[in-house]
């Protein structure tokens, strides 16, 4: 069985209860971590996940919500002796600037470090992102502020489809990418440029003809969120969900 983990559910402005949307998607031959606003190591124990099993990351896109985690897990990593290989995934625009944050901070001056690859996705409908013996990853760009990607997660065990648009304003590559999703994690920050609100997170459910519809980066600063729900519902008639943090969907 698969499983996906909700480590943090806010948007840009986190709160003592939520934090930065970034998440594991666990099979039966390990986790992925999908983005890293902050340092998930210490995390992995209430789930059960051993952070030396980690083999790969996916970063969505270079904000700090969403990266700047990388930085203290890899220190972390490094001090606890890790040497197993690490291997990261992005587009060439936050690959670039992950690279160049680690060397800003003197990252190839840490004695015996462990590998670390950087793998390149090309800014392209349906382009291939990476394959283990769990899932196929495939990704889309998506319409947000700088170059993003949203994915789309086959589970080769079931057949099941997970969608998770990231960061982006409605969009047909969202569309594409949600197409019949069994689970569709969707962002709800709020209506405006290279966002969606949770009622267009309903419509693009509808639209897809998704069975399912979580929402996810949504604002919590002095916010009252207890609206989402019923404004998803109100353009998407099946079952919806607002993701907290630490909740586990089955996959």
């Known amino acids: 069985?698969?499983?996906?983990?909700?480590l943090g559910s806010s948007a840009a402005v986190?709160?003592?209860?939520?934090?930065?949307?970034?998440?594991?998607?666990?099979g039966p031959h390990g986790p992925i971590l999908i983005d890293c606003g902050s340092n998930p190591l210490g995390k992995f124990p209430r789930f059960g996940i051993d952070g030396a099993d980690l083999r790969d990351v996916i970063l969505t896109h270079f904000h700090p919500d969403h990266v700047s985690g990388v930085p203290n897990m890899l220190m972390q990593m490094w001090l606890l002796g890790r040497q197993a290989p690490l291997r990261f995934y992005g587009l060439h625009h936050c690959m670039n600037?992950?690279?160049d944050m680690m060397v800003g901070f003197s990252w190839q001056e840490w004695p015996n470090f462990f590998p670390v690859t950087f793998h390149r996705v090309s800014e392209r409908h349906r382009a291939?992102?990476?394959e283990n013996e769990d899932f196929i990853i495939t990704?889309?760009?998506v319409q947000h502020f700088i170059p993003t990607i949203g994915l789309r997660i086959v589970n080769k065990a079931n057949?099941?489809?997970?969608?998770?648009?990231?960061?982006?304003?409605?969009?047909?590559?969202?569309?594409e990418l949600a197409a019949g999703?069994?689970?569709?994690?969707?962002e709800a920050a709020g209506k405006s440029f290279g966002h969606s609100s949770a009622e267009q997170a309903g419509e693009t459910a509808?639209?897809?003809?998704?069975?399912?519809?979580?929402?996810?980066h949504y604002w919590v600063w002095k916010t009252d969120t207890s609206p989402l729900v019923s404004q998803a519902e109100a353009t998407y008639s099946g079952p919806v969900t607002m993701c907290q943090d630490f909740d586990e969907i089955e996959f």
């Open 97 to 99: 600037r992950i690279e």
């Open 128 to 130: 291939p992102v990476m």
């Open 206 to 216: 509808s639209q897809v003809a998704a069975k399912s519809l979580y929402l996810i």
């Open 139 to 141: 990704a889309w760009p």
């Open 14 to 26: 986190s709160d003592a209860t939520h934090d930065y949307t970034h998440l594991v998607l666990e």
């Open 159 to 175: 057949g099941k489809v997970f969608a998770f648009t990231c960061d982006t304003q409605p969009c047909p590559a969202v569309n």
């Open 181 to 186: 999703a069994d689970i569709l994690l969707h």
């Open 1 to 6: 069985m698969a499983r996906i983990i909700i």
